[in-house]
């Protein structure tokens, strides 16, 4: 299946040099859906023209955000440390979604 995803110009561009290979999402319905090897098409928000191509390598499901970062290297979710996530994901999700949804770190290769 081909999934579709919008990332800011940052991100979308650490994911294309190879320096972040999780992206962190709510694990809504959208999501539910998503399988290993399953592809991805990335989309630069501000540039629609601009795409990057990924598998699905795995699905890293937590609870919370802080849960995930135990399970996973925060570097490679393209944050230096928990804090910086949250001060960063706070301005995407409120605790309420994070806590009905759970997290899901989306652990891609770029192909």
């Known amino acids: 299946m081909t999934h579709f995803m919008n990332l800011h110009p940052a991100p979308f561009e650490k994911v294309a040099r190879g320096e972040k290979d999780i992206e962190l999402r709510l694990y809504d319905e959208k999501r539910r859906r998503m399988r290993n090897g399953d592809i991805i ?18 699905l890293h499901i937590a609870h919370s955000f802080a849960d995930l970062a135990t399970k996973i290297s925060m570097p490679r979710t393209g ?18 979604k994070e806590s009905k949804y759970g997290i899901v770190g989306i652990e891609l290769e770029v192909i």
């Open 41 to 58: 098409l990335i989309y630069d928000a501000q540039n629609r023209n601009d795409y990057i191509r990924a598998k699905i390598v795995r």
């Open 79 to 96: 944050f230096a440390s928990l804090n910086a996530l949250m001060s960063a994901i706070s301005k995407f999700y409120d605790a309420e």
